[in-house]
């Protein structure tokens, strides 16, 4: 199941008065602590989804401002209450034309199914859409449903989805923030929203053909109760079309319905609940997800506790998907809670001299670190096989589970390839290793015990938020550069930069922005 973290309930669903007219009233007075962030000089760029790639690698390689040697001066450039807690990330747009002038944009999805874009410049909310809770109650209890997820922006910059309350995916235009009806928008995603929440981030890839899809994951909620089944909702943003994956029953590309209704499936609760939802890997042309809890058993198509492989359209092959990889142990992990899905593989760059291509690395609630090849998940040619991780796993060097997405990044001093881990136990920075033979392995060296969501690299800087405290910090060293230590409580924010400026959100409602 899933971890709700310190905070995660503690605040009160509270509605917003009105929604905003065609005017850019603030949601409250910006406490600026500085100048207000400007152009950058330079080439502007963006960060259209969670993670900043496709690959969800955390690495922002277009960042120029900020830099190991300044990172020291970044002071608070304003705080902002916002209407509800964004427990996410936000998507950033720069130069968007309006008729107010040019701005940049970021965009938030708050646990209470509200769409959020703030003028990135000073915190104000230019406008505003909400698909809320309703009368859906978690497995209809007492408790209203709730979102974790972020909101991820169209290649073609036009257009921004974020998930809704409501059990579908809106479409809304960047600049004014109309909704997009028709020609199957909105989305549906979910027949049961009061069992299957949407967790993760959404997420986007153009294939290698060209064509741009829209992924939306489902899991469920806390305590893993109730008729649900983790499954992919893949939407192709050329046509409106959709496929579903589903972990349990994957023969059935449908929507589920509450049982006794028709059609369900018998299986539930393989969840999909990591913080990228699914990963595309380029080399490959796949997408990939991770599951947890549920059963394994390929002969019922149902992938418990398992990594697998998609077609960028979110099909797979006979009913089953393209690969998938399992643990030998998966039945322990599925009665001891220990979801391998509490994350989603990382993409590792690889040197030539690596025997695998195309290497990924899986965290988990295990407590396990473990290296997979993305072309040949279980190293024995086709989905249902147990077993197949490459080398021995190894323990997550400060300890903890893993419910963060790893960051992943090449030093530029000598080429190497490292990977960085957040629990609530500590921060770790592990380095690609390959012996004479070209078989790779996962170095430690360095951790500490700062409790940390989901890293991000900015132009070398290695950038982790934890509870009342935003740090930066050398990522080859893990030496501490700087932090501030007035933000609120953090469960699944994780921090991004763009155009010299650093944003996060908190558990205290707030979006703090950071600049030199």
């Known amino acids: 199941m899933e971890n709700v973290g310190s905070g995660a309930y503690r605040r009160s669903l509270f509605l917003c008065a009105a929604l905003l007219a065609a005017t850019f009233p603030a949601i409250g007075p910006a406490k600026a602590d500085g100048p207000k962030p400007g152009a950058a000089s330079g080439n502007r760029y963006d960060w259209l989804q969670f993670g900043f790639d496709q690959a969800h690698s955390g690495n922002d390689t277009k960042e120029a401002k900020i830099t190991v040697k300044d990172v020291a001066g970044l002071h608070r450039l304003y705080r902002v209450s916002l209407p509800h807690v964004a427990d996410g990330a936000p998507a950033y747009l720069s130069d968007v034309h309006t008729p107010h002038g040019t701005m940049d944009f970021l965009f938030l999805t708050t646990k209470d199914g509200r769409i959020l874009a703030v003028d990135a410049s000073n915190g104000r909310i230019v406008w505003q859409h909400q698909y809320g809770p309703g009368s859906y109650r978690i497995n209809n209890g007492y408790q209203p449903v709730y979102t974790t997820s972020s909101p991820a922006v169209d290649p073609n910059r036009e257009f921004v989805y974020s998930y809704g309350l409501d059990g579908y995916v809106h479409k809304y235009r960047v600049v004014s ?59 192709n943003l050329n046509t409106g079309s959709q496929n579903v994956f589903n972990a349990d029953c994957s023969d059935e590309n449908v929507h589920f319905v509450r049982r006794p209704g028709k059609p369900d499936c018998p299986s539930v609760q393989s969840a999909i609940w990591a913080r990228p939802g699914v990963i595309y890997d380029a080399a490959t042309d796949r997408v990939y997800a991770a599951t947890g809890n549920g059963t394994f058993d390929p002969g019922k198509h149902d992938w418990g506790d398992t990594i697998f492989s998609l077609d960028p359209d979110g099909t797979g092959r006979d009913g089953n998907p393209l690969d998938s990889y399992t643990p030998a142990n998966h039945g322990y992990l599925n009665s001891a809670d220990l979801d391998l899905g509490s994350t989603a593989p990382a993409i590792l760059p690889t040197p030539v001299n690596c025997a695998v291509r195309n290497l990924a690395v899986q965290g988990g609630k295990d407590m396990k670190l473990r290296l997979v090849n993305l072309a040949d998940l279980s190293g024995k040619g086709g989905p249902g096989r147990v077993g197949g991780e490459i080398g021995r796993l190894i323990d997550v060097p400060q300890g903890g589970m893993v419910f963060t997405q790893p960051a992943v990044w090449v030093n530029p001093e000598d080429h ?101």
């Open 177 to 235: 923030g109309e909704e997009v009806k028709g020609g199957g928008w909105p989305e549906l995603c979910t027949t049961k929203s009061f069992n299957e929440k949407g967790s993760s981030a959404l997420a986007i890839a153009i294939a290698k053909n060209g064509v741009s899809y829209l992924y939306v994951t489902n899991g469920g909620y806390l305590g893993d109760r109730g008729d649900y089944q983790g499954h992919v909702t893949t939407i």
């Open 416 to 516: 190497s390839t490292w990977v960085f881990v957040a629990t609530y136990s500590g921060l770790s920075g592990l380095k690609l290793h390959v012996n004479g033979n070209g078989e790779p392995s996962l170095q430690v060296i360095w951790k500490n015990g700062d409790e940390g969501s989901s890293p991000i690299v900015a132009n070398d800087v290695l950038f982790c938020a934890g509870s009342h405290d935003m740090r930066a910090l050398d990522p080859a060293t893990g030496k501490l550069l700087w932090h501030d230590t007035t933000i609120g409580g953090i469960h699944w924010e994780s921090p991004i930069v763009d155009n010299g400026v650093l944003y996060i959100t908190d558990e205290s409602g707030d979006l703090t922005a950071y600049g030199l």
